[in-house]
């Protein structure tokens, strides 16, 4: 398993993002990626753990909670044509609101891993 972290890339009103990924072939492989991720005790205790991937043609996604941050991500890795990789944005809520800005840190997580894809 090849997991890439970017941590602490993003802070906004006191909360705090990270992205990950790796390459995944099927779901088996996506549930190993989050593994590994969260054995780390400071994305197990994070607020969210949003994450999609294309495995084998097929879209799959989880919110885990930040409603609506699953199919962003998904959204931008159909348009990346980034086939058998699942990407994970990570969240530490600050305890302020963001509103729909964490739409906009979504999508600037996600850029910010694909820009260091290559």
Same mark, same amino acid.
């Given at each position: 398993m090849t997991l890439t972290v970017h941590d602490k =890339? =993003?802070?906004d009103r006191g909360s705090r993002y990270?992205?990950?990924g790796g390459p995944a072939r099927d779901r088996a492989e996506a549930q190993a990626l989050l593994a590994e991720l969260?054995?780390?005790k400071r994305f197990a205790r994070a607020t969210h753990n949003s994450w999609a991937a294309i495995l084998s043609g097929e879209g799959v996604r989880d919110d885990d909670g930040e409603s609506g941050a699953g199919? =962003? =991500?998904l959204q931008m890795l159909e348009r990346a044509g980034l086939q058998d990789h699942m990407i994970v944005v990570?969240?530490?809520y600050g305890g302020?609101?963001?509103g729909g800005d964490r739409f906009r840190h979504v999508i600037d997580a996600v850029r910010h891993y694909l820009a260091r894809m290559s």
């Open positions: =890339i =993003i802070s990270a992205v990950s969260k054995r780390n199919q =962003i =991500i990570t969240r530490w302020k609101h963001l």
